[in-house]
């Protein structure tokens, strides 16, 4: 069974910065979309930014000129720089894999790191 291992979450002053990590526990052919949500206390999860296998990226309003996904293919692996970090992105973060198995699609799920902004 694929696993997802996040790593980089953690406590930050405002304004400061966090990059997270996620790499499968093993080779997975051809992820097709890998992304990171999020979920505050109390509310629903939600997503942050994700990227297609071509590069394209697409980003919450809420985060957009702050945080910058990428991903290396090689490696099975998603990254997420999170700069001007703001007491309102406080969350778990979650990262995400979205396959097609048989024609079908799968998803992969991280266990999740706490992001902490204080102010």
């Known amino acids: 069974q694929v696993q997802l291992v996040e790593s980089g979450g953690g406590l930050v002053q405002a304004g400061g910065s966090l990059r997270l990590s996620c790499a499968a526990s093993?080779?997975?052919?051809?992820?097709?979309?890998m992304g990171w949500y999020r979920q505050p206390p109390g509310k629903q999860r939600e997503l942050v930014a994700r990227v297609l296998g071509g590069g394209i990226t697409n980003y919450a309003d809420s985060v957009k000129g702050r945080f910058t996904i990428s991903r290396d293919n090689a490696k099975n692996t998603v990254y997420l720089q999170m700069n001007s970090l703001k007491p309102e992105d406080t969350a778990v973060y979650y990262c995400?894999?979205?396959?097609?198995?048989?024609?079908?699609?799968?998803?992969?799920w991280g266990q999740g790191t706490q992001v902490t902004v204080s102010s």
């Open positions: 995400n894999f979205r396959v097609v198995i048989a024609g079908s699609w799968a998803d992969y």
């Open positions: 093993e080779s997975i052919d051809s992820v097709n979309i």
